[in-house]
């Protein structure tokens, strides 16, 4: 036998060994297996078809990348443990389990997000030959715990029959393989949770056994718009639902052989308590009201039901009746079913439902054994699902009685002025009330306003209707008072029920008369419409009073005294007035030159307190008058740094003034007061103004000046105490009367020069060149520069104490005339031009001439021959020669 026959019969005697013998197996569970982080975890591992003995041994292990392993755990070698993973195993954190003799459980006390991986089981070999497989691998998975619960009940008190809605919204990591599942339960006292409804987690839905019967009435509602939100709506809450609810999340994966749901993680959060108001607890009846009606009158009573969640409900309306004292049983009056369909009644009684709550019982011409005690009993009913409907709650109202007569409205009227006017445009007010009111049931009041100008006793006056309130609470205006009832001066209105007022905003002298007031009592016509009953008058009311007219006194006071220039001068003027009505004063300072003469408004004040400057427009003391309110009727005025201008007399001109009905000012009255004086004494230097001109007549082009000199004479002022207005004036050759001519160039205390533009023409400059001299250059004179020229001044002194300016008075030059020598200038202009340019031109023309003659006449002749010079002829022969 060669050598490769010998190595083939051992492989033909072990394949036949296998296939005769059965072959070891080790199993662990199918994977990969999820859990969550944090949780115990256990992995089973089972060994069959082996030989040897019962008891197998195990040994755990991870497979790392490549071939490589991480022992973990041994049933039999104490030193199979890998060192880094001894700490572990000596805390019992990985631990192993005998389930049997074969079989062996890998233990994780808390399992880590770094236990994730491949684990391998492996049994070392006990049969007699080596057949099957020795070890099995799982895949484990941890993941992390990020479940999350966030439980509301937006509304956790609700009435019988409304929704309760329960939300969950449950937010978790994605993770591959593991579904989600919601659970809301319910817990009533101290008893257990129970489960409601279960959501997941393949998308099916499990109802609780208690809540079966609802679902099958689509009790419920399932509310997933996404985002991990769960929602479950509760329809047609029950007093059974009351208690407090709470959300369960549950995380599941597939695992094992058959792939079934296994629960790796659950979370539950208590959601709150819900309260469901019975409506047995808020459900009110009552009817109104009670009532009193005439024979063949129309009863009508209201039953007012009033219950939480009341849109939800089915309302069954039964009106009952029994007699007066009571004795009798109810009586059903009608029925009206929570279908809305009549069950009991008559012709004669009618109901009807106004809205959701009130149902109107309407019984026509009523007799007077209608009389009686009438109440409404109602019955709410519920929907529960599939058409059916349960009784919530019955009540019945407490009766209202119902008495019929014959009775006719009977009542007092009284009229009463609480405003009566003291003057003319005086505001009146009447009231008239109606009081006592009997047996008016449904009717209406009306009233009428009368006015007669005689006195009560005197009868042969007829009297005016103003207005009247029909019974519909319409205005009818009288014929003579249209137009004041229209323009809104007189005011009919009704404030109460039983009160009418009557007001006249600007009572007239021609009111002024007696008052009545007619009230009408108005009932339902048995045709239609309305029909009186009864009038009844009020004692007349007498409107009067005594026309006054409106008087109004001013006195004004010297409050300080202008004893030199530039000090202060203040005035009071205390206002009286009488027979005016909430008055506004307005007031006007008017001062005076000479007394009697032409006075000129300085400020005013007006009734709204505004100040104005009036005929006050000197820029420079725009702020040295004033003029304010100091008291209830009082005004003071004052003037600072008064000046010899300021002397006079000044007083205040006052006007009283009253509002109308559109709140608009009108004028009452106007006085003045007496005159007061400022007459200080002018002590200061006198100043006097001369002009002088270098040259009276000058030639066109020429420049001329002319000095406007001041002089002072007395006590001379210090150096800058005094300054002056400077203003030149020209009046033209031919103008007699040039009054109010504005000056065309001016210089003020300041030193700035304006010019004014009056004459475009005139170049002119001005100057200072001392203290009280100043020079006038008008250049380029011309034809319209002739004329008279004059200058004006107005001193300033500043006064040492006040350091106030205080102005004098103006000061005005004698003329002088300027002269431009322009007559014969003009007749000579024309001849001298003309001749120089005659001149001019001869003169080129004879130069022209005198070069041309001499240019012809000198010139050399060919046809003659010069003489030689050094030939010696006869001077004779020369002379015939030549």
Same mark, same amino acid.
């Given at each position: 036998?060669?050598?490769?026959?010998?190595?083939?019969?051992?492989?033909?005697?072990?394949?036949?060994?296998?296939?005769?013998?059965?072959?070891?197996?080790?199993?662990?569970?199918?994977?990969?297996?999820?859990?969550?982080?944090?949780?115990?975890?256990?992995?089973?591992?089972?060994?069959?078809?082996?030989?040897?003995?019962?008891?197998?041994?195990?040994?755990?292990?991870?497979?790392?990348?490549?071939?490589?392993?991480?022992?973990?755990?041994?049933?039999?070698?104490?030193?199979?443990?890998?060192?880094?993973?001894?700490?572990?195993?000596?805390?019992?954190?990985?631990?192993?389990?005998?389930?049997?003799?074969?079989?062996?459980?890998?233990?994780?006390?808390?399992?880590? /997000?770094?236990?994730?991986?491949?684990?391998?089981?492996?049994?070392?070999?006990?049969?007699?030959?080596?057949?099957?497989?020795?070890?099995?691998?799982?895949?484990?998975?941890?993941?992390?715990?990020?479940?999350?619960?966030?439980?509301?009940?937006?509304?956790?008190?609700?009435?019988?029959?409304?929704?309760?809605?329960?939300?969950?919204?449950?937010?978790?990591?994605?993770?591959?393989?593991?579904?989600?599942?919601?659970?809301?339960?319910?817990?009533?006292?101290?008893?257990?949770?129970?489960?409601?409804?279960?959501?997941?987690?393949?998308?099916?839905?499990?109802?609780?056994?208690?809540?079966?019967?609802?679902?099958?009435?689509?009790?419920?509602?399932?509310?997933?718009?996404?985002?991990?939100?769960?929602?479950?709506?509760?329809?047609?809450?029950?007093?059974?639902?009351?208690?407090?609810?709470?959300?369960?999340?549950?995380?599941?994966?597939?695992?094992?052989?058959?792939?079934?749901?296994?629960?790796?993680?659950?979370?539950?959060?208590?959601?709150?308590?819900?309260?469901? *108001?019975?409506?047995?607890?808020?459900?009110?009846?009552?009817?109104?009201?009670?009532?009193?009606?005439?024979?063949?009158?129309?009863?009508?009573?209201?039953?007012?039901?009033?219950?939480?969640?009341?849109?939800?409900?089915?309302?069954?309306?039964?009106?009952?009746?029994?007699?007066?004292?009571?004795?009798?049983?109810?009586?059903?009056?009608?029925?009206?079913?929570?279908?809305?369909?009549?069950?009991?009644?008559?012709?004669?009684?009618?109901?009807?439902?106004?809205?959701?709550?009130?149902?109107?019982?309407?019984?026509?011409?009523?007799?007077?054994?209608?009389?009686?005690?009438?109440?409404?009993?109602?019955?709410?009913?519920?929907?529960?699902?599939?058409?059916?409907?349960?009784? /919530?709650?019955?009540?019945?109202?407490?009766?209202?009685?119902?008495?019929?007569?014959?009775?006719?409205?009977?009542?007092?009227?009284?009229?009463?002025?609480?405003?009566?006017?003291?003057?003319?445009?005086?505001?009146?007010?009447?009231?008239?009330?109606?009081?006592?009111?009997?047996?008016?049931?449904?009717?209406?009041?009306?009233?009428?306003?009368?006015?007669?100008?005689?006195?009560?006793?005197?009868?042969?006056?007829?009297?005016?209707?103003?207005?009247?309130?029909?019974?519909?609470?319409?205005?009818?205006?009288?014929?003579?008072?249209?137009?004041?009832?229209?323009?809104?001066?007189?005011?009919?209105?009704?404030?109460?029920?039983?009160?009418?007022?009557?007001?006249?905003?600007?009572?007239?002298?021609?009111?002024?008369?007696?008052?009545?007031?007619?009230?009408?009592?108005?009932?339902?016509?048995?045709?239609?419409?309305?029909?009186?009953?009864?009038?009844?008058?009020?004692?007349?009311?007498?409107?009067?009073?005594?026309?006054?007219?409106?008087?109004?006194?001013?006195?004004?006071?010297?409050?300080?005294?202008?004893?030199?220039?530039?000090?202060?001068?203040?005035?009071?003027?205390?206002?009286?007035?009488?027979?005016?009505?909430?008055?506004?004063?307005?007031?006007?300072?008017?001062?005076?030159?000479?007394?009697?003469?032409?006075?000129?408004?300085?400020?005013?004040?007006?009734?709204?307190?505004?100040?104005?400057?009036?005929?006050?427009?000197?820029?420079?003391?725009?702020?040295?008058?004033?003029?304010?309110?100091?008291?209830?009727?009082?005004?003071?005025?004052?003037?600072?740094?008064?000046?010899?201008?300021?002397?006079?007399?000044?007083?205040?001109?006052? *006007?009283?003034?009253?509002?109308?009905?559109?709140?608009?000012?009108?004028?009452?009255?106007?006085?003045?007061?007496?005159?007061?004086?400022? /007459?200080?004494?002018?002590?200061?230097?006198?100043?006097?103004?001369?002009?002088?001109?270098?040259?009276?007549?000058?030639?066109?082009?020429?420049?001329?000046?002319?000095?406007?000199?001041?002089?002072?004479?007395?006590?001379?002022?210090? *150096?800058?105490?005094?300054?002056?207005?400077?203003?030149?004036?020209?009046?033209?050759?031919?103008?007699?009367?040039?009054?109010?001519?504005?000056?065309?160039?001016?210089?003020?205390?300041?030193?700035?020069?304006?010019?004014?533009?009056?004459?475009?023409?005139?170049?002119?400059?001005?100057?200072?060149?001392?203290?009280?001299?100043?020079?006038?250059?008008?250049?380029?004179?011309?034809?319209?520069?002739?004329?008279?020229?004059?200058?004006?001044?107005?001193?300033?002194?500043?006064?040492?104490?006040?350091?106030?300016? *205080?102005?004098?008075?103006?000061?005005?030059?004698?003329?002088?005339?300027?002269?431009?020598?322009?007559?014969?200038?003009?007749?000579?202009?024309?001849?001298?031009?003309?001749?120089?340019?005659?001149?001019?031109?001869?003169?080129?023309?004879?130069?022209?001439?005198?070069?041309?003659?001499?240019?012809?006449?000198?010139?050399?002749?060919?046809?003659?021959?010069?003489?030689?010079?050094?030939?010696?002829?006869?001077?004779?022969?020369?002379?015939?020669?030549?």
């Amino acid at each position: 036998m060669d050598k490769r026959t010998g190595l083939f019969q051992p492989c033909i005697l072990c394949l036949a060994l296998v296939v005769v013998c059965e072959s070891r197996v080790v199993k662990v569970p199918v994977g990969p297996l999820v859990h969550v982080e944090g949780q115990a975890v256990s992995i089973r591992c089972d060994v069959s078809e082996y030989d040897g003995p019962r008891d197998q041994e195990f040994e755990w292990s991870m497979v790392l990348t490549g071939d490589q392993q991480l022992q973990l755990i041994s049933t039999f070698d104490n030193t199979y443990t890998d060192p880094s993973v001894r700490d572990r195993v000596k805390n019992a954190d990985i631990s192993y389990s005998k389930l049997g003799d074969a079989a062996v459980e890998l233990k994780f006390k808390k399992v880590r /997000a770094t236990d994730s991986g491949v684990y391998r089981c492996s049994t070392p070999s006990t049969d007699s030959v080596f057949s099957g497989n020795y070890n099995a691998d799982v895949e484990l998975k941890v993941i992390g715990d990020s479940l999350k619960l966030a439980p509301a009940i937006p509304k956790p008190i609700v009435s019988e029959g409304e929704s309760v809605e329960l939300r969950c919204n449950a937010t978790r990591g994605f993770t591959e393989h593991t579904f989600l599942s919601v659970t809301w339960s319910i817990r009533k006292g101290k008893n257990p949770l129970v489960e409601i409804l279960t959501f997941g987690p393949d998308d099916k839905i499990v109802v609780g056994s208690n809540y079966v019967q609802r679902n099958s009435d689509s009790g419920f509602q399932l509310d997933l718009r996404g985002g991990g939100f769960y929602g479950l709506v509760l329809k047609g809450a029950q007093p059974t639902d009351q208690g407090e609810y709470a959300c369960t999340a549950r995380e599941w994966v597939r695992q094992g052989e058959g792939r079934n749901w296994q629960k790796i993680l659950e979370r539950t959060e208590e959601m709150g308590k819900v309260l469901v *108001t019975p409506t047995a607890q808020s459900l009110v009846v009552a009817v109104e009201k009670n009532t009193t009606l005439n024979v063949e009158d129309t009863l009508n009573l209201t039953c007012k039901v009033s219950a939480n969640g009341l849109p939800s409900l089915s309302l069954e309306v039964m009106w009952l009746v029994r007699s007066v004292d009571g004795s009798s049983s109810p009586r059903v009056l009608i029925h009206i079913g929570h279908d809305g369909l009549l069950q009991n009644g008559s012709e004669a009684v009618g109901v009807s439902r106004v809205n959701a709550g009130n149902f109107r019982l309407l019984l026509h011409k009523v007799e007077v054994s209608d009389s009686g005690l009438y109440s409404c009993l109602v019955k709410a009913w519920l929907p529960q699902g599939n058409g059916r409907w349960y009784q /919530a709650a019955e009540k019945t109202s407490d009766p209202v009685q119902v008495l019929v007569t014959h009775l006719e409205p009977q009542f007092k009227v009284t009229l009463e002025a609480p405003l009566t006017p003291q003057f003319t445009s005086d505001p009146t007010e009447l009231r008239c009330q109606v009081t006592d009111l009997l047996h008016l049931q449904d009717g209406h009041l009306g009233v009428s306003w009368s006015f007669s100008i005689n006195t009560p006793g005197d009868a042969s006056k007829k009297k005016s209707t103003i207005a009247s309130l029909n019974e519909h609470g319409a205005l009818i205006t009288g014929s003579e008072y249209q137009q004041r009832l229209e323009r809104g001066e007189i005011v009919v209105t009704r404030r109460e029920p039983n009160i009418f007022t009557l007001r006249v905003l600007q009572t007239r002298d021609t009111d002024m008369g007696s008052y009545f007031c007619t009230v009408t009592a108005w009932t339902p016509a048995r045709q239609g419409g309305w029909e009186k009953v009864t009038d009844v008058q009020s004692t007349p009311v007498i409107v009067q009073w005594s026309p006054k007219m409106p008087v109004l006194h001013v006195v004004a006071h010297r409050v300080r005294e202008a004893s030199t220039g530039g000090s202060t001068f203040e005035m009071s003027c205390q206002v009286t007035g009488q027979s005016l009505q909430s008055p506004g004063y307005s007031v006007l300072i008017r001062f005076e030159k000479i007394l009697g003469g032409k006075s000129r408004k300085v400020l005013s004040l007006s009734p709204d307190s505004v100040l104005q400057l009036e005929e006050w427009s000197e820029p420079s003391r725009i702020d040295s008058v004033v003029l304010e309110k100091t008291g209830q009727l009082e005004y003071r005025f004052r003037l600072y740094g008064a000046m010899v201008s300021d002397r006079g007399f000044y007083y205040c001109d006052v *006007t009283a003034w009253t509002r109308d009905k559109s709140q608009d000012w009108i004028k009452a009255v106007s006085a003045e007061s007496n005159k007061i004086e400022i /007459a200080f004494a002018d002590t200061g230097p006198l100043f006097n103004i001369s002009i002088r001109s270098d040259a009276n007549k000058v030639l066109p082009g020429e420049t001329v000046k002319m000095k406007c000199i001041m002089s002072t004479l007395g006590t001379t002022p210090s *150096t800058g105490d005094v300054a002056f207005d400077i203003r030149w004036f020209q009046r033209p050759e031919r103008a007699v009367d040039n009054g109010g001519i504005t000056p065309f160039i001016s210089m003020d205390r300041w030193g700035v020069v304006k010019k004014t533009g009056s004459n475009d023409s005139t170049q002119c400059s001005l100057e200072r060149t001392d203290r009280q001299t100043f020079v006038l250059s008008v250049h380029k004179t011309q034809h319209g520069d002739v004329g008279e020229y004059y200058c004006t001044a107005t001193p300033w002194l500043l006064s040492p104490s006040t350091g106030a300016w *205080t102005k004098g008075q103006d000061l005005t030059s004698a003329p002088v005339f300027l002269f431009v020598n322009i007559e014969l200038w003009e007749s000579l202009k024309m001849p001298v031009g003309y001749g120089v340019v005659a001149a001019v031109i001869a003169g080129l023309l004879s130069v022209l001439l005198g070069l041309a003659v001499a240019h012809c006449c000198f010139s050399r002749n060919p046809m003659h021959t010069p003489r030689p010079r050094n030939q010696k002829l006869p001077k004779l022969m020369d002379l015939e020669i030549d």
